[in-house]
């Protein structure tokens, strides 16, 4: 989503990282392209200008013009100043300090995926909160909007409210509330009705079951896709109806990203959560310090290691690391590995968490990173027989010719897969061989195949020299 401004800023730190010494000019100049490139990002303009002059102010200052690496001085001030437009460091989370049932309702325009980010909602709580949840759907607007949340309900293992024809908006909120208190349950999640546009009719149903039910969070879900309308329409169910957080959907879009650098400074309320994916748990916490850290290209180690923790399988990656350090990985091993990276979600978006990558993806132009080898391999694996994958060894021609025809694959796939796994394997046994300390001593060239250079370009040294 901020893959243009990432690489506009880092193109702006590039040029003054080259210039040594840097003068008030210099400052000013980097400061305009700054502007535009927050601007072409479909940033607010109040907080594009808010945001340069608070830069500007503290880049001209002695810190930064007698500093050694003047550039590096400004894109930490750069960094603060993102920090700061989207709400300061450290996620904001749910306020669900309150009697329970805790009411959370739900307000949005119609298609912004409120329906869905309530069904998120409720199984996050569920999951990791362990809270007991109930959903009511208060749209009687759409047609189906209740079963749908229904059939969300029941995906996520959390109750629904029962459906009753011909009931209004609030009388059903005063029912889930009812039945709520009644039996136990820790959570009333109330998704209200949307529509195309804003209008007062919609400001007024909102209102009245606010009235009914006294929400402790009123969550307003607007879609990362519409940029700016975003923000028009956070402040009109701001002013209107008082909003307590924001969900924003489709983070994992092609918009320019200007919507969630403008939400905290034109509405005031943060952005407790992010959706970035049609299942139900692509619900994540928004962290601003780590959404700066994308935007400049610094990556977020933290959210990768979130989300590795929350879904391996780590008594599966404990034991294939074990067998891996003994020598003893095999090729079912190798696909268990893949399963677990498919896990994560998509290859793109594991890559777009690491340091650097936006420099990658320019180096590679309008070319791809190829994600289909491990669709590939998994097809491949599949077709072997048991001893095959526990044995890669035993594939000779005639065996070959079968496991390409049964995976839809090519006899060179499959002898690519095999080199491929060789090599893993042959590297494994020399990280045993060698230990740590081994390791640690040799660097990564004793890894290296006999007369490979490394990345540097220079010969290895150690035993493969």
């Known amino acids: 989503m901020f893959e243009a401004l990432s690489g506009k800023l880092s193109g702006v730190f590039d040029g003054l990282s080259k210039r040594g010494a840097l003068s008030e000019a210099d400052v000013a100049e980097a ?29 001209v200052g002695h810190e930064v013009l007698d500093s050694i690496s003047p550039g590096q001085a400004v894109a930490k001030i750069v960094n603060d100043a993102l920090i700061d437009a989207l709400g300061g460091a450290g996620a904001v989370p749910l306020n669900l300090n309150a009697v329970p049932p805790v009411p959370v ?30 959903l009511a759907s ?10 749908q949340l229904a059939q ?48 007062e009719a919609l400001m007024e149903e909102v209102r009245q079951v606010r009235a009914v039910t006294s929400p402790a969070e009123t969550l307003l879900v607007v879609d990362a896709m519409t940029g700016q309308d975003a923000v028009n329409t956070a402040k009109a169910f701001n002013e209107a109806v008082g909003v307590t957080g924001v969900v924003m959907t489709r983070m994992d879009g092609d918009a320019r ?14 952005i407790k959560l992010t959706g970035s994916g049609e299942k139900l748990d692509a619900l994540e916490e928004f962290h601003p310090e780590r959404v700066a850290g994308r935007i400049l290209g610094l990556g977020d180690i933290a959210g990768l290691v979130e989300k590795a923790a929350d879904t391996l399988d780590h008594e599966e990656s404990e034991r294939i690391a074990q067998k891996m350090l003994r020598g003893k990985f095999d090729l079912d091993d190798y696909a268990a590995q893949i399963r677990q990276i498919n896990k994560m979600g998509s290859i793109s978006g594991i890559l777009g968490m690491l340091p650097g990558m936006g420099k990658l993806k320019d180096a590679l132009g309008d070319k791809e990173l190829d994600t289909s080898i491990f669709k590939r391999h998994q097809a491949i694996i599949s077709s072997m027989t048991k001893a095959e994958r526990a044995t890669p060894a035993i594939i000779k021609a005639s065996r070959k010719k079968r496991i390409a025809a049964g995976s839809g694959s090519t006899v060179q796939d499959v002898n690519k897969l095999l080199k491929q796994f060789d090599d893993m394997s042959t590297m ?35 035993p493969f020299r």
């Open 428 to 462: 494994m046994k020399r990280i045993n061989k060698l230990g740590m300390k081994g390791l640690m001593r040799q660097g990564m060239s004793a890894l290296m195949p006999k007369g490979a250079m490394p990345p540097g370009g220079k010969p290895p040294g150690g």
């Open 31 to 59: 400061m305009r392209e700054v502007r535009l490139a927050m601007l072409d990002a479909d940033v607010a303009l109040p907080v594009v200008k808010d945001f340069v002059t608070k830069v500007r102010e503290r880049a």
């Open 152 to 199: 969300l309900a029941e995906r996520a293992g959390v109750a629904s409210l029962p459906i009753v024809a011909g009931q209004t908006p609030v009388e059903i909120a005063q029912r889930a509330m009812e039945t709520g208190r009644r039996e136990g349950y820790d959570i009333v999640i109330l998704d209200t009705a949307g529509r195309l546009s804003i209008d």
């Open 138 to 147: 208060l749209d009687t607007q759409r047609p189906a909007a209740q079963l």
């Open 257 to 270: 990203g200007g919507a969630a650098l403008s939400m905290r400074a034109m509405t005031g309320a943060p």
């Open 105 to 134: 309702l739900m307000v949005g325009l119609q298609g912004s995926g409120k329906t869905t980010t309530s069904g998120k909602i409720a199984l996050r709580l569920a999951r990791r909160e362990r809270k007991r949840v109930l």
